[in-house]
């Protein structure tokens, strides 16, 4: 019996012989879920602005037995984009699987507690909405192209709960986020109607986890909570911030045949976040 309940699961799914592009794939985020492709496996490009950090990730799934390629590229950069595209398709031939974690935001972009919103210069907030929002839709025009043509692709894009709830401070992220809700939605309904549907695009909306641009505000150098992170945890039902791997199994779902039916979704993986009220 467990040969055969092993069989099934496998069927579902695996992601052997897909090849994956993972945008972003050497923060901590991009980084979990590129190696959690490798071990469903998929041969897994690690795609990030710094040729160092991605031959790092691509070194590290190698060793563990893997498929990875460093392909170092700006994912504003339509020509960076179609040289990754042009040596994927010349090495291993076809392109499944896009995940979309290329993002984040900076303190220009934010309001803090002693400003507001009338002091903030729109320049930073252009730039973070053009990285989140543009940052996807490029991507998903090169590579998603190739999906297209072969009839067959999954892409994921990265949204947040900040899209669905006001987090005070981030106003461009927030936005930038809920524009990838719709972007998804759209282009999904787009690639269906045009394309087939065996092509598919949805999301997944993390909760709070702790990454290189996040973590002074939330944690504190002893690793106590500063008082944002302790408001993060109150209003978590799981009580806690979420560990980078927890978003792999839905990731992979998303990515295999066992969500074949699933299109133009938007996933919370938050610990209960957007659920809670507050009281």
Same mark, same amino acid.
């Given at each position: 019996?467990?040969? $055969? @309940? ?31 492709? !490798?071990? =469903? ?37 339509? !020509?960076?984009?179609? $040289? ?13 699987? #896009?995940?979309?974690? *290329? ?5 220009? *972009?934010?309001? &803090? ?10 320049? &930073?907030?252009?730039? %973070? ?18 999906? =297209? ?5 999954? @892409? ?6 900040? =899209?669905?709830? *006001? ?12 524009? %990838? ?22 999301? %997944? !909306? ?8 996040? $973590?002074?505000? #939330? ?17 978590? &039902? ?13 990731? %992979? ?25 507050? @009281?």
């Amino acid at each position: 019996m467990s040969a $055969r @309940i092993d069989e099934f699961l496998r069927g579902l799914f695996s992601l052997e012989g897909k090849v994956a592009i993972v945008t972003g794939g050497t923060g901590v985020l991009g980084g979990a879920m590129a190696r959690g492709l !490798a071990r =469903a496996g998929a041969r897994v490009a690690i795609l990030g602005r710094r040729e160092k950090n991605t031959q790092v990730v691509a070194q590290e799934i190698e060793a563990a037995g893997g498929t990875a390629l460093a392909t170092p590229a700006d994912v504003l950069e339509r !020509a960076d984009l179609e $040289r990754v595209r042009d040596r994927l398709l010349e090495t291993w031939g076809r392109i499944d699987i #896009l995940v979309n974690a *290329a993002g984040g935001t900076t303190p220009e *972009a934010t309001v &803090p507690p002693d400003k507001t919103i009338f002091d903030m210069a729109l320049e &930073p907030m252009e730039y %973070i909405v053009r990285l989140n929002l543009f940052g996807t839709v490029l991507p998903s025009m090169v590579f998603g192209e190739v999906m =297209a043509n072969q009839r067959q692709g999954s @892409i994921v894009n990265i949204s947040s709960m900040t =899209a669905q709830r *006001a987090m005070t401070r981030a106003v461009a992220y927030s936005a930038a986020k809920a524009s %990838i809700d719709n972007f998804t939605r759209w282009l999904d309904v787009e690639l269906a109607l045009k394309f087939g549907a065996g092509v598919r695009v949805n999301a %997944i !909306a993390p909760g709070y986890f702790l990454g290189e641009q996040n $973590r002074s505000l #939330l944690v504190n150098d002893d690793g106590s909570l500063t008082t944002r992170g302790q408001k993060v945890i109150e209003h978590t &039902p799981a009580g806690r911030f979420g560990e980078p791997d927890e978003l792999v199994g839905t990731l %992979i779902w998303l990515c295999s045949p066992a969500s074949g039916f699933v299109n133009g979704t938007v996933t919370m993986v938050d610990g209960g976040v957007n659920a809670f009220s507050g @009281i």
